[in-house]
């Protein structure tokens, strides 16, 4: 079996943990999860046991990246003295998606985000998340439903 270089790996697999980064933390904070999943990723990736799913592996290592932005942002809050100016400039995601995204419950989304955008089998899902298959599935199709619903009423000019 071949081994690939680092830089194969991240061209290849690059684009789908970026957007399981974007999905989880957030379109702000994806690059900063994406930089950090890379560089623990090349210091482990010469210990890879053969015939291991990289993939899999690159998303697992995002998702604890993920965590750490999320307990990082926790625990340095930012004070301001005055709020700022609502901005005027267009949102990057115009279609609301990303809205109606950070309504759902953060294990619909993670569940969603892995295995729609990621293309990992929901038994792998279930490993990531913790629980069962079944339920991983669940959460996928309640999150689906729901930004269905939510992206509709959006369309229709509710959101």
């Known amino acids: 079996m071949e081994v690939k270089s680092f830089e194969q ?4 697999h690059g684009p789908a943990v970026l957007r399981i980064c974007r999905a989880v933390v ?3 904070e994806a690059e900063d999860a994406w930089s950090e999943t890379f560089l623990a990723a090349l210091s482990a990736y010469p210990d890879l046991p053969d015939g291991a799913n990289v993939q899999a592996w690159l998303v697992t290592i995002a998702k604890r990246k993920a965590v750490d932005q999320h307990r990082s942002a926790a625990r340095n809050p930012v004070p301001v003295d005055d709020l700022p100016e609502p901005s005027t400039a267009a949102p990057e995601d115009t279609d609301g998606l990303w809205t109606a995204l950070k309504t759902l419950p953060v294990r619909q989304r993670e569940a969603l985000a892995y295995h ?5 089998p929901y038994a792998e899902v279930a490993l ?3 629980g069962s298959e079944a339920a991983c599935r669940r959460s996928a199709a309640d999150g689906i439903k729901k930004l269905r619903t939510l992206y509709k009423e959006d369309r229709n000019g509710i959101l």
């Open 9 to 12: 790996i991240v061209r290849e």
């Open 26 to 28: 957030g379109p702000d």
């Open 116 to 120: 729609h955008l990621a293309g990992l």
């Open 128 to 130: 990531l998340l913790g």
